[in-house]
């Protein structure tokens, strides 16, 4: 299926598989935009729009029962397009605030945050989304259903959660005029031992949430 048709009049525009890549491809567009840095001033809350609207999509393919693919092996797709230069782009846009600090998985318990990047994050999305655009565009839409469902709950939705996390903190820092300074040299490639990597990160959860339940004084 080409780009002329990938939005094809005879398709109907209700349809789930329609609205989900509609979705998907508009985000792919939309991110690549905004990593050219035409407006640097309004690439955190563009990003934050972008992923919000990209996790409804993503949240209706969680909701959804099961898709199943059509044949049993997937189909090649090719060699996947690089994504080095988007990462560039981001890490370069959004230094110094590209890195931040999560939790992997908040149902294990006592686990540690972990230092990572917007730019990473939002490369390793749009590699999963073209992978399974690229069988859309083939015309293998349950193929495509699947790959995005299957995913979505296990790489890309959670990554894409973790960013906006990091984004919509940003915006409220900027917004509550709270400083980042607390943020300064957590770094994913930082020479060290995992352990002194998470002592560093659970440094900067401490200060950023404070010692008790609830949040800082402001």
């Known amino acids: 299926?080409?780009?002329?048709?990938?939005?094809?009049?005879?398709?109907?525009?209700?349809?789930?598989?329609?609205?989900?890549a509609d979705s998907i491809e508009s985000f792919i567009v939309a991110v690549a935009e905004v990593s050219r840095g035409d407006e640097p001033d309004s690439a955190v809350?563009?990003?934050?729009?972008?992923?919000?609207q990209l996790l409804l999509t993503g949240g209706r393919l969680g909701a959804h029962e099961?898709?199943?693919?059509?044949?049993?092996?997937?189909?090649?797709v090719g060699p996947e397009p690089d994504v080095d230069e988007l990462r560039e782009r981001f890490a370069a846009l959004l230094d110094p605030?590209?890195?931040?600090?999560?939790?992997?998985?908040?149902?294990?318990?006592?686990?540690?945050?972990v230092a990572c990047r917007i730019s990473d994050d939002l490369a390793d999305v749009v590699t999963d989304l073209r992978h399974g655009m690229a069988h859309y565009r083939d015309g293998r839409v349950s193929e495509a259903l699947w790959w995005w469902q299957f995913?979505?709950?296990?790489?890309?939705?959670?990554?894409?959660?973790a960013a906006l996390r990091a984004l919509q903190s940003?915006?409220?820092?900027?917004r509550l005029?709270?400083?980042l300074d607390e943020l300064d040299g957590l770094d994913t490639d930082a020479v060290g031992t995992e352990e002194q990597l998470e002592e560093e990160a659970g440094r900067v959860m401490a200060a950023e949430i404070g010692s008790g339940p609830g949040l800082r004084s402001v």
């Open 66 to 76: 099961d898709f199943l693919p059509d044949e049993r092996y997937e189909p090649d």
């Open 151 to 161: 995913s979505y709950l296990s790489n890309w939705g959670p990554t894409a959660s």
């Open 170 to 174: 940003l915006v409220a820092h900027v």
């Open 45 to 52: 809350p563009f990003l934050l729009l972008e992923i919000s």
């Open 97 to 113: 605030v590209d890195v931040y600090s999560e939790v992997f998985d908040p149902y294990v318990p006592r686990s540690a945050p």
């Open 177 to 179: 005029d709270q400083p």
């Open 1 to 20: 299926m080409s780009d002329a048709t990938l939005h094809d009049a005879k398709r109907d525009p209700d349809d789930f598989a329609v609205s989900v």
